[in-house]
C-alpha cells in the first residue's frame, strides 16, 4: 500500500492546476496525479479549434506542463490509469492493477465525458464524439480521407468543430435543433447575424433538424433526420453536450444527479475531499444557484483554488464569474456572466457587419451578461468586474 498527503484524481487541466496550488502552500507533500488517458494534463479548447483544423498539429504544444515540470515539483504522475473503486471512510484508492493508495486528502476531478443520443447506430464506425486527443486525432485521420462531414449539435463544440473542419477543406453541414446558431446565448438579432456569416462562410446548416439516427452495418452510410430525411455520409461528429464521469463516486455523498456538490472552498461533505472541474456543482454567486459548469476557464480556477484550500495553509472561497471564449474563422467571442436564462433586453455597441462589437444583456434593470466580439482582450477584466458588481448590488 502506498500512502499519499495528497491524491488527485482526474488528470485533466483542474487537477494539474491543483498540483500548482498545492504547491504554492506544500512544498514537501507527497502528491499523486492519477489520470486514464495517455497523456500529461493538456488543454483541451484547442482541440475543436486549431488543432482540428491544422494538418500536422503537435500534440506536445497542448500539454498544461511537460513531465520535467512535474518530476522538479516531486509530484507522482500516472497516466493511463484508472482508479477503479475508493472508499471515502477509510481513504482508499484502488487502481485498476489492484494497487491501493491510502491519502489524507483527495480531488475529484474526474472531468465530463460526451453525451450519446439514444438514436439507433450511434456507436457505428466513423460516428466520433470529441473530447480527447485521441478523439482529434481519429477524425482528423478519417477526414483526411472524406470529401464531407455531418456535425450534429448547436454548442461551442459543434460550431467551433463546424468552422475548423470547413477550414480543413472538408464540406461541413451542421444539423442543428434551434433555427439560429447559439440561441442559448446570444440575442436574436446576433444569433441571425452568426447563422448569416456561417453560411457565407460555405457551411450547409440543417436549421429546426432533430436526429433520427444513424444508419450502416459497421460503418456509417446514412444519417436520418425525425422527419424522415436521409443523408448519405461516411463521417459524423456528433456534440450534443456532456455529462460529468461520476461513475467511481455512485451511491456516495459525491454524486448528485447534477454533479458533485461542494461549499464555497470547493470541499464536499466529506471533510477533506474536494470537487474541481466539469463534475463539481458549486454555488455561483453571479446567478445565485448551484452551478456545474463545463468550460477550461473554470476548471483551472478551481483546481488552483482546490489545491490551495487541500493543504489547510490558506482558505480561499471561490468567487468567480462565468467566462467562456470560442474561436470561429476570423471572430473571438468571449462570454461573461450568467447566460442560464434569457435576458429581457439587450444592448449592441459597434458594428456585426464588421465583426467587431459588444453586447449587454439585461434582465430587468439588470446587467447579467456580457459578449465581446473580436475585442481587445485586456477589456476582460473591466467585464468581469462590471458583472461582479452588477450582482452584488
Not at 17 to 25: D, F, K, L, T, V
Not at 150 to 163: H, K, M
Not at 363 to 383: F, M, S, T, W
Amino acid at each position: 500500500m502506498m500512502n499519499r498527503d495528497y491524491l488527485i484524481i482526474g488528470a485533466g487541466i483542474a487537477g494539474a492546476c491543483a498540483c500548482e496550488g498545492i504547491r504554492q502552500h506544500d512544498k514537501k507533500g507527497s502528491v499523486s496525479l492519477i489520470g486514464r488517458e495517455a497523456y500529461l494534463p493538456y488543454n483541451r479548447p484547442p482541440l475543436s479549434k486549431a488543432f482540428l483544423k491544422t494538418p500536422q498539429a503537435n500534440v506536445s504544444e497542448l500539454l498544461h506542463a511537460d513531465a520535467a515540470w512535474f518530476a522538479k515539483q516531486k509530484i507522482e504522475v500516472r497516466t493511463d490509469t484508472l482508479v477503479r473503486a475508493l472508499n471515502l471512510e477509510r481513504r482508499l484508492a484502488v487502481l485498476e492493477n489492484g494497487q491501493t493508495i491510502q491519502f489524507k486528502k483527495a480531488l475529484f476531478a474526474t472531468g465530463s465525458r460526451p453525451r450519446r443520443p439514444a438514436v439507433a447506430g450511434a456507436t457505428l464506425g466513423n460516428v466520433f464524439y470529441l473530447s480527447t486527443i485521441r478523439d482529434a486525432l481519429a477524425i482528423k485521420e478519417s477526414g483526411a480521407g472524406e470529401k464531407s462531414v455531418i456535425i450534429v449539435g448547436g454548442g461551442l463544440l459543434a460550431v467551433e468543430a463546424a468552422a475548423s473542419l470547413t477550414q480543413a477543406k472538408l464540406k461541413v453541414t451542421l444539423m442543428n435543433r434551434q433555427q439560429a446558431l447559439w440561441q442559448k446565448w446570444l440575442d436574436p438579432e446576433t444569433a441571425q447575424w452568426l447563422t448569416g456569416y456561417f453560411r457565407s462562410r460555405g457551411v450547409t446548416l440543417m436549421l429546426g433538424q432533430d436526429l433520427n439516427g444513424f444508419e450502416g452495418k459497421t460503418v456509417l452510410k446514412n444519417v436520418q433526420t425525425k422527419s424522415g430525411e436521409r443523408f448519405p455520409s461516411h463521417l459524423a461528429l456528433v456534440a450534443v453536450g456532456s455529462e460529468p464521469n461520476l461513475d467511481l463516486v455512485l451511491n456516495t455523498p459525491l454524486s448528485s444527479p447534477a454533479g458533485t456538490p461542494v461549499n464555497d472552498y470547493l470541499e464536499t461533505d466529506e471533510k477533506g475531499i474536494f470537487a474541481a472541474g466539469d463534475v463539481a456543482l458549486f454555488p455561483d454567486k453571479i446567478s445565485g444557484a448551484m452551478r456545474r459548469l463545463t468550460h477550461w476557464d473554470n476548471a483551472r480556477e478551481q483546481g488552483k483554488v482546490a489545491g490551495q484550500n487541500m493543504t489547510g495553509k490558506k482558505r480561499i472561497k471561490f468567487d468567480y464569474v462565468p467566462y467562456f471564449f470560442s474561436d470561429l474563422f476570423d471572430l473571438n467571442f468571449e462570454f461573461f456572466g450568467d447566460f442560464t436564462l434569457p435576458p429581457s433586453r439587450f444592448e449592441c455597441e459597434g458594428t456585426r457587419e464588421k465583426r467587431k462589437f459588444r453586447a449587454r444583456y439585461f434582465r430587468g434593470d439588470k446587467l447579467v451578461a456580457l459578449v465581446h466580439c473580436n475585442q481587445d482582450p485586456a477589456l476582460g477584466k473591466a467585464a468581469r468586474e462590471e458583472i461582479r458588481h452588477a450582482a452584488r448590488s
